[in-house]
């Protein structure tokens, strides 16, 4: 993860800013719809009907038709929420926090990571809504002039959750937008039709490759980045205060902040895997999302996880160490009650099986790692069952006690969110550049002036 001699094996040796560009602007302009692609935007529309007949069955019968009850208020629409906010979270980090250090492996990443981020904080954000009760007024929860004078409840969690999952998206699609720019710019000088160009030029700005307008973009990009690294770790921080703010006796810990947004990177690098290697391997872009950049993400990964386990840890040794009867039986309940397959298999998850990126050779065997982040992410949203679900269906009172059984629509409004993610990720890469060509040509540059002062100096 250094950055010391990284266009060697961030770039190929022969790279030009030509065949970079080529490379990538040929995926849109000049290579063909497969059929894999065919397929998967027909699945995608087929769960944004699944997602609509779910959202429609809700609206007509209300929020009966899911699976909660009391105790367990919170069912399925939180547990993915806060899963569809930790997925999004790498393509910030990646983004804004490593361009910051100036770790040159997230060029070729940090792209489609970008948008997957978008992608994901739309899913999330129909869950809270639905969740409602009477989404109809959703505009409630924001401060406007209305004449009834009635205000939001700033000391709800839920008004917390509008404002930083909002400011979120908005800073990310800015950042998202500015980095496109240049290379919109290219795609509108490769364009072959005359509608094609004018569409590309119109979100470019008028770019024009000048000296001005570097300065400009760079001072921009830098300072967004400035300002985007923040909403890394407040957002899932004020996503993690949801539940620690309440009296529930597993909810109610000091360490979830930390614990949230390690975890929100942890899946969220998982995810990036999980779309990175395909991508590489349909597209043939071994050569820009090369064995390093995959390297480096598990890296990324395996801290990220071991920080979870950490927090698994303490959190356990804290409930064990204050010896209060309620917070014990919390992890009696977990070990050995009625869900305790759930949480043993999260344990499996995303503890043991991440330990195998200790070693280079599964590092580097994409389906291995394929398979290892698809696991993590299984992992993660088990974990968020975990904490919802079963910190609330045995509470204080005994005699309140209920399981929790999400019905087929929980389900269905669940998968109906992957027709999001996945249509629109298609379309993504069918329409826009999914690699930044302006930071790999960068990277091509730098490589190409060490070899000059390499021959020079000899």
């Known amino acids: 993860m250094t950055t010391n001699a990284p266009n060697t094996q961030l770039v190929p040796a022969d790279a030009t800013h030509e065949s970079v560009t080529a490379q990538v602007a040929d995926i849109v302009f ?11 935007f027909l699945v995608g529309l087929f769960l944004l009907n699944v997602l609509l007949t779910a959202l429609g069955w809700l609206f007509f019968y209300g929020v009966g038709v899911w699976g909660i009850n009391i105790p367990v208020g919170w069912g399925f629409a939180i547990v993915n929420f806060v899963w569809w906010i930790g997925i999004g979270h790498a393509g910030t980090l990646i983004s804004a926090i490593l361009l910051l250090l100036h770790q040159e492996w997230r060029t070729s990443i940090n792209r489609f990571a970008e948008a997957m981020t978008l992608f994901a904080v739309a899913c999330a954000g129909i869950f809270p809504l639905v ?64 509608l094609v160009a004018r569409t590309y030029g119109l979100f470019a700005l008028g770019w024009r490759n000048s000296a001005r307008h570097w300065m400009h973009y760079k001072t921009t990009y830098v300072m967004l980045a400035a300002l985007a690294t923040p909403l890394v770790v407040s957002v899932h921080t004020t996503v993690s205060w949801d539940f620690s703010v309440g009296i ?30 395909p991508l590489r ?44 009867p309620y917070d014990s039986y919390i992890y009696t309940n977990r070990f050995g009650g009625p869900y305790s397959a759930i949480y043993w298999g999260l344990i499996v998850c995303n503890c043991i099986v991440p330990q195998l990126l200790w070693f280079p050779c599964f590092r580097r065997q994409t389906l291995c790692l394929f398979g290892i982040a698809l696991v993590i992410n299984v992992g993660m949203w088990l974990e968020r069952f975990v904490i919802i679900s079963l910190s609330l269906h045995r509470d204080y009172l005994p005699s309140d006690w209920a399981m929790y059984y999400p019905t087929v629509w929980d389900w269905l409004l669940y998968l109906g969110t992957f027709g999001i993610f996945l249509t629109f990720m298609l379309l993504f890469l069918r329409v826009l550049p999914a690699i930044s060509m302006m930071e790999v040509r960068e990277l091509v540059h730098e490589s190409q002036e060490q070899k000059r002062e390499a021959a020079n100096s000899r």
């Open 30 to 40: 000049k290579r063909p719809v497969e059929k894999g692609w065919i397929v998967g």
């Open 248 to 277: 529930v006796s597993a909810w109610h810990s000091t360490v979830f902040p930390p614990y949230f947004v390690g975890g929100a990177i942890f899946c969220g690098f998982a995810m990036v895997l999980v779309l990175a290697i």
């Open 131 to 194: 969740h409602l009760g009477r989404p109809q007024f959703f505009y409630w929860l924001f401060p406007y002039p209305a004449t009834t004078n009635m205000w939001p409840q700033f000391r709800s969690p839920l008004m917390w959750d509008v404002f930083a999952v909002s400011t979120y998206a908005t800073v990310s699609l800015l950042f998202w937008y500015l980095g496109l720019i240049p290379d919109l710019a290219t795609m509108r000088d490769r364009a072959k039709s005359r």
């Open 281 to 324: 391997r349909i597209y043939g872009l071994k050569d820009l999302i090369t064995d390093k950049h995959l390297d480096n993400m598990a890296k990324v990964m395996l801290a990220a996880g071991m920080t979870v386990s950490y927090g698994y840890l303490m959190d356990a040794s804290m409930a064990w160490y204050k010896n209060e």
